[in-house]
């Protein structure tokens, strides 16, 4: 079982910046794909961005160039530093890990808010 605890979510207004930040329980942290999702009000999860254990990143059209995924194995964590934020990006953000067994955990969320 692995626990994941986000922070560093919070209420924004339109250009401005916000760093998530998600904290793994288990040190087997670094073999494990990491990812952020986000869930607006009415609408399905959708993924964000994602870094392989081996450090590739991927980002959802919606966010290149905006948001970058970071993680800091010696920490157990993984961040979502997001810049130019938008309406849009309002939503509930949760941290995701995938095992080398394929299996997902997830975090309780955190709240984005941006404001226009």
Not at 32 to 52: D, H, I, L
Not at 62 to 68: A, Y
Request: net charge positive; glycine share 10%; aromatic share 10%.
């Amino acid at each position: 079982q692995v626990q994941l605890v986000e922070s560093g979510g919070g209420l924004v207004q339109v250009g401005g910046s916000l760093r998530l930040s998600c904290v793994a329980s288990r040190t087997i942290f670094s073999i494990m794909n990491m990812a952020w999702y986000r869930q607006a009000p009415g609408k399905q999860r959708e993924f964000v961005a994602s870094s392989t254990s081996g450090g590739v990143t991927n980002y959802a059209d919606s966010v290149t160039g905006r948001f970058t995924i970071s993680r800091d194995n010696a920490k157990n964590t993984v961040y979502l530093q997001m810049n130019g934020l938008k309406p849009e990006d309002s939503a509930v953000y949760y941290c995701n890990a995938r095992s080398v067994l394929k299996v997902d955990f997830w975090g309780q969320g955190t709240q984005v808010t941006v404001s226009s």
